[in-house]
């Protein structure tokens, strides 16, 4: 697979012309995993994804497709001079197998912080009630998890789900509509401050500005997310809900990072990929 050099923002450089050390991902405490599309990535025929490494977290938490028709396909230059991982809207996913103590694996009442830069290859067919799975956690026999995605109209979406089956959940979407052909920078995170992951906690910014946010049925019961849990990217897991867009990167914390950290962070990732920040 191709390799890209990273780019040092100029603001990582003291006065006197002596550089300081490059700001990395790992910098922000609790990181979990960051997935890169300019490294890490295999992709030995056709340019087909097997392997999506987790290079940051110090923990190897990769995505892995064993599929060839579901593996996504490296693209040149989608994110300036960087790649893009296009997952072509049907049948294209990464995942991660079971997830079990210290991994990606949440309670309704714990903090997370999730990032996702993404270029959506087509415009929104509401009336089709397209929707995305950008990253997320479901149960294959009992589904409960945490999910970021687009909705039907093609808005960002953060929720929180007990189970299908009783229909608790919790959903927030914010008021960004995502078009074909740009390119967003997607936060989404839940603080947990006031217990079970209600509707209050949970927040989205695109491209560093905050979203206006619409609950859908706040409220969650006490129930953990199960931790044998598949962790899918691209598609849940039973291959509903894939994404038609090109990734740059999946980030994702077990704690929030302060206003400063998201700073650096979207800076960072703004000169690599050329997201701009509406902040």
């Given at each position: ?61 990769d995505v ?6 579901s593996?996504?396909v ?40 999730v ?10 067919d ?12 479901f149960?294959?026999s ?24 009783a229909g608790?959940?919790t ?8 078009a ?18 209600d509707a ?13 946010l619409t609950?859908?049925?706040?409220g969650l ?14 598609e ?10 090109y ?10 990072p ?8 979207r ?9 701009t920040?509406?902040?």
């Amino acid at each position: 697979s191709k390799r890209f050099n990273r780019i040092i923002h100029s603001s990582n450089r003291r006065r006197g012309g002596a550089a300081a050390a490059a700001f990395t991902p790992s910098d922000i405490d609790g990181l979990l995993q960051f997935l890169e599309s300019d490294t890490g990535v295999t992709a030995p025929t056709d340019d087909k994804v097997t392997v999506w490494a987790d290079e940051q977290s110090g923990d190897d938490r990769d995505v892995t497709q064993t599929s060839d028709a579901s593996r996504p396909v490296e693209t040149a230059s989608i994110f300036d001079t960087n790649p893009g991982l296009l997952f072509d809207g049907d049948n294209d996913r990464l995942d991660r197998a079971n997830e079990s103590s210290g991994g990606i694996n949440f309670n309704y009442d714990d903090p997370f912080y999730v990032i996702v830069g993404i270029q959506m290859a087509s415009d929104f067919d509401a009336t089709a009630g397209a929707v995305g799975e950008l990253a997320g956690q479901f149960g294959t026999s009992n589904p409960a998890g945490w999910v970021v995605r687009y909705d039907a109209a093609g808005k960002p979406f953060i929720g929180l789900q007990a189970s299908y089956g009783a229909g608790t959940y919790t959903w927030v979407h914010g008021d960004t509509v995502l078009a074909a052909s740009t390119k967003y920078l997607i936060e989404f995170w839940n603080t947990a401050a006031t217990g079970q992951g209600d509707a209050s906690n949970l927040d989205i910014a695109v491209n560093g500005a905050a979203e206006s946010l619409t609950t859908v049925n706040d409220g969650l019961s006490t129930n953990s997310i199960v931790s044998t849990n598949p962790y899918n990217i691209g598609e849940r897991h039973d291959g509903a809900h894939a994404v038609d867009g090109y990734y740059a990167c999946v980030g994702i914390y077990g704690s929030v990072p302060n206003t400063d950290e998201r700073i650096s962070l979207r800076s960072y990732l703004n000169d690599k990929y050329g997201f701009t920040d509406d902040a």
